[in-house]
T-cell receptor, first 113, second 114 residues
Framework: NAGVTQTPKFQVLKTGQSMTLQCAQDMNHEYMSWYRQDPGMGLRLIHYSVGAGITDQGEVPNGYNVSRSTTEDFPLRLLSAAPSQTSVYFC????????????FGAGTRLSVL | AQSVTQLGSHVSVSEGALVLLRCNYSSSVPPYLFWYVQYPNQGLQLLLKYTSAATLVKGINDFEAEFKKSETSFHLTKPSAHMSDAAEYFCAVRWNNQGGKLIFGQGTELSVKP
């Protein structure tokens, strides 16, 4: 099993550019989420989805957009990149929303100049 | 808002010494509790989880954690630190009434001295 796959691993953007971070899982998990990791702040939830066609905002959703057209994929879109969005982004998935383990991708390191 | 607090952003121990990483959560509603480890430039790996069975939970690499409802705590311990334990450790909590969101603490960086 590939698990949770994120692409790209690294990306440099200029302020104002848009891009999509890809996330795919092959475990038939209903729940998927996006986090950003910044030094001293742990992981903060950006958006999450409890199933295809259903998304909701997390703690820091501004400047990001998501959709969930299939169970497998959960892309994160940066609409107009800002330097404050320089971070490491992690996608995660789990079978359900209770005590199930969340599996994490390897991360995407994004720099916005 | 419900929250998770890890006391100490950096902890340093000598090789062979006890490791104690602290985690407290804010709500009296029993949650699901997790500890994750992150090695440099890698993603997060699950160490252990508590889901309302035994209060003492054993995880990988001899780590264990004890759920104490009265103290709303879930501290992580390891009897004897190894150099390979140097990493960042995250406590995370999930409540049923929060739509399945996993809330993370700020992280504790563990250093192990020879």
């Amino acid at each position: 099993n590939a698990g949770v796959t994120q692409t790209p691993k690294f990306q440099v953007l200029k302020t104002g550019q848009s891009m999509t971070l890809q996330c795919a899982q092959d475990m038939n998990h209903e729940y998927m989420s996006w986090y950003r990791q910044d030094p001293g702040m742990g992981l903060r939830l950006i958006h999450y989805s409890v199933g295809a066609g259903i998304t909701d905002q997390g703690e820091v959703p501004n400047g990001y957009n998501v959709s969930r057209s299939t169970t497998e994929d959960f892309p994160l879109r940066l609409l107009s990149a800002a330097p404050s969005q320089t971070s490491v982004y992690f996608c995660a998935s789990s079978y359900s929303t209770s005590g199930d383990i969340q599996y994490f991708g390897a991360g995407t390191r994004l720099s916005v100049l | 808002a419900q929250s998770v607090t890890q006391l100490g952003s950096h902890v340093s121990v000598s090789e062979g010494a006890l490791v104690l990483l602290r985690c407290n959560y804010s709500s009296s509603v029993p949650p699901y509790l997790f500890w994750y480890v992150q090695y440099p430039n890698q993603g997060l790996q699950l160490l252990l989880k508590y889901t309302s069975a035994a209060t003492l939970v054993k995880g990988i690499n001899d780590f264990e954690a004890e759920f104490k409802k009265s103290e709303t705590s879930f501290h992580l311990t390891k009897p004897s630190a190894h150099m390979s334990d140097a990493a960042e450790y995250f406590c995370a909590v999930r409540w049923n009434n929060q739509g399945g969101k996993l809330i993370f603490g700020q992280g504790t960086e563990l250093s192990v001295k020879p």
